[in-house]
């Protein structure tokens, strides 16, 4: 087979999966900015209370590393019991898999050779490796790939909740999907996913609950009917950050496949949860740290971030500790923070927190985590080991 350049990418580029020890830990307040920071114990918290949740509901976690794409973060995720890692893109599965992580599942179909020959290379090195598939001709060109690897694949068919992004129409259309793979001799039909990602930002918790629960339960009918027809599912997998509590409550859902709880960010933060206006179950643990730099004007300062250091589809970043302080994309390389009245006296060198907008795209722009312990120094930096791996 001839080498795509996938391959070559993947190949050449040395990632490093470990973390980068300091010669002496330094005060978080020293790091070259702008630094993507990460609260260590806030982040400890998410991890366990979710832990815990899940634990105390039955439910399995199947982290979703897309958020993180840092193999540290996924290794303690299934320190703490998680029963896998999710992955969006092949690339990313196999940094995932280079750290040296089994229980992998890629949560988007695939539709080139190439992708379907690096998959079935993959799910040769491990039993766990698992891809959705949501069409039948694409299923078999994988089935093809697989059996010029000389392995099985293992699939979970992808159900559309209608969200319109991936995934085919639940009931008969899925049901048909499951008999056809059940004819790919080198593929092996394991269970289902629906994530229904239209639902996770809902600002009303009652809302998103009731939908949630409507979607998991059109869900839970096909996977009915395609274990009536003789078909085992036993994996019946979705969920996120945002209706992970109310998954947790469906029996049939055997995992979630919640990623930005780690570090949450302020999208997340400015929806309703349970019956609190803001989503605090999990803490904001992901932050950029920005320094003042340049002050044109009165009632306005600049720092050395725009949008090369955070990504925001939605929302700005938010200053972690000042009132009154509103910050205003200023280009690539600059934020502008805008004033109030309220706002404290802030000087030209003077650090500032700032929470991330959103989680994935921002820890995209950075290569290093640097996770500042309870003792306030970065004692190592985490790689972002699968950065820029979206494809
Ligand atoms: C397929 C899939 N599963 C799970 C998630 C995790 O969602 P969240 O970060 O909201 O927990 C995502 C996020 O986009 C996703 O695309």
Known sequence: MTASIESLLMRHEARRLQPLPL??????????TPALVVDRPAMERNLKRMADHLTSHRTGLRAHAKMHKCPVVAHRQLELGAIGICCAKVSEAEVMRAAG??????????????????????AAQSADVRIVVDDLTMAQQLDAAAREAGTT????????????????????????????IDQCPNLHFTGLQQYAGHLMHIADA????RKALETAAAGIETRDLIIADGHPVDIFTGGGTGTFDIDSEVPEITDIQAGSYVFMDEEYAAIGQGNRPRFEFFEPALFVLVSAISQPKR???????????????????????????????????????????????????????????????TI?????????????????????????CSW
Do not use: Y
Not at 155 to 172: K, S, W
């Open 206 to 209: 009652g809302e998103r609950r």
């Open 364 to 388: 995209n722009l950075h290569d290093w985590i640097c996770p500042v312990e309870a003792d306030g120094l970065v004692h190592e930096l985490w790689p972002v080991s699968a950065r820029g």
């Open 299 to 361: 009632g306005m300062i600049t720092v050395d971030g725009g949008f090369k250091s955070f990504a925001s589809d939605s929302v700005a970043p938010v200053s972690r500790d000042l009132p009154d302080v509103r910050f205003r994309f200023g280009g690539d390389e600059h934020g502008i923070l805008l004033l109030g009245e309220e706002a404290p006296e802030i000087h030209l060198g003077d650090r500032l927190w700032m929470v991330a907008p959103h989680c994935d795209p």
């Open 23 to 32: 010669p002496e830990p330094v005060p978080a307040e020293s790091l070259p």
């Open 101 to 122: 992580i089994e229980q992998i599942l890629i949560t988007s179909p695939v539709s080139s050779p190439d992708k379907m020959a690096r998959v079935a290379q993959l």
């Open 153 to 180: 694949v293992r699939v979970l068919v992808d159900l559309d909740p209608r969200m319109g992004r991936t995934g085919i129409a639940r009931g008969e259309p899925a049901l048909n999907l499951v008999r056809g």
